[in-house]
């Protein structure tokens, strides 16, 4: 016997049904979603402050921090989207991300421990690695140089490290080279040109840049490009006995910019009245001034602080979101090394 239903009380129970399925997904987050901003503003309301105050305490310490949590930003969102890959610990067997070589010498992961740790105690389970490496370097670069700025969150910790994927450009790259690795994950050339710029901070190890120094692409005892004085004061820092097959160079370190108004830790626009002048100490950087656009961003960057700060801004939120993984998508680790199951 087919049920009657009047007319009305159809209405109603569809209306109960929307209203029914509206709260089952805004509890249960869609397979995909986007990021926003203040994503844990009902969840974990402290998110952002925890993080902040993690990294302020740690950077009054020691301010090497505030690049070193830059780069590692960097190194997650390139492989495989800013998914906290970086992060994970290699297992017998599957070596991580984090053994690959551009990745050796990133420092400060225990910065990420400590924010997870305070964060986890505020609100267990809800705020993911991939967003806390994100928001403490936000906060590293508000710290650094006074570049602030609103950062969409949201971001789902990826269930996948491995060391083989790590295809990050190298420090010898052409401009070509690095502008088509950019342009695979969705940068382009103000993005690389105004990313570069953080590179006024930090040290770099002085096996990176033994070729420019002594032997450039066996074609020339030392880079041409390289401009005089900075040869001289290089090559007397990084003399040619410090790099052996077996060390590496990995203890013997340079500044990144040697004419840095605000110190090795400090973010500005110096970096690019140095690669104008051929003083820039990796070649990537300095590969810069040979193409025409990144020649006049660089110009533009270096007599206009204000416009650098401005665009660092949006070129890290662009960088914040490459490839993410929302909604359902990924997990949220517990435990930043580890992946949950
Ligand atoms: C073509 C792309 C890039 C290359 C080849 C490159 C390469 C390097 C190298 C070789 C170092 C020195 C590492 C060491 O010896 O310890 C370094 C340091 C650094 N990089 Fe990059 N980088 C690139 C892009 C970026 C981007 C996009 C950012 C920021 C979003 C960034 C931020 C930094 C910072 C802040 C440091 C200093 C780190 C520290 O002091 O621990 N880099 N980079």
Wanted: charge should be positive; charged fraction near 20%.
């Amino acid at each position: 016997m087919a049920l009657k239903v009047p007319r009305h009380s159809l209405l109603l129970l569809l209306a109960v049904g929307a209203v029914q399925a509206a709260a089952a997904s805004a509890a249960v987050p869609p397979p995909q979603a986007q990021l926003q901003v203040s994503f844990y503003a009902r969840s974990c309301p402290r998110a952002e402050a925890i993080v902040r105050r993690v990294v302020r305490r740690r950077a009054a310490r020691d301010r090497s921090v505030l690049p070193a949590l830059i780069r590692l930003h960097f190194h997650d969102c390139f492989v495989r989207g800013c998914d906290g890959s970086v992060l994970i610990d290699s297992t017998p067997g599957h070596p991580a991300e984090k053994e690959a070589p551009p990745n050796l010498t990133l420092r400060m992961l225990d910065v990420v421990d400590d924010a997870k740790a305070a964060v986890e105690e505020a609100c267990p389970g809800v705020v993911s690695c991939a967003d806390i490496v994100a928001l403490a370097a936000r906060d590293a670069a508000a710290m650094a140089g006074r570049v602030r700025y609103e950062l969409p969150t949201g971001r789902r910790d990826g269930t996948v490290s491995s060391a083989a994927e790590v295809n990050l450009p190298s420090p010898s790259a052409s401009f070509a080279e690095a502008l088509s690795a950019f342009r695979s994950i969705g940068l382009g050339v103000v993005d690389l040109t105004t990313l570069l710029g953080s590179h006024t901070m930090g040290f770099c190890h002085c096996g990176l840049i033994m070729n420019r120094l002594y032997n450039y692409n066996s074609t020339s005892p030392f880079d041409p490009t390289m401009d005089a004085g900075l040869l001289a004061v290089l090559r007397r820092r990084c003399p040619p006995h410090v790099v052996t097959p077996q060390n590496q160079s990995r203890d013997v370190i340079v500044p990144m910019n040697f004419v840095a108004p605000l110190g090795p830790f400090g973010l500005d626009n110096s970096f690019y009245p140095s690669v104008l002048a051929g003083r820039a100490v990796l070649q990537i950087d300095q590969e810069l001034a040979s193409s025409g656009a990144a020649r006049r961003i660089a110009a533009m960057f270096a007599s206009r602080p204000g416009n650098f700060r401005v665009q660092f801004a949006k070129s890290m939120v662009k960088l914040g979101g490459v490839n993410v993984l929302t909604g359902r998508q990924g997990e949220v680790r517990l435990n930043c090394r580890r992946f949950n199951s």
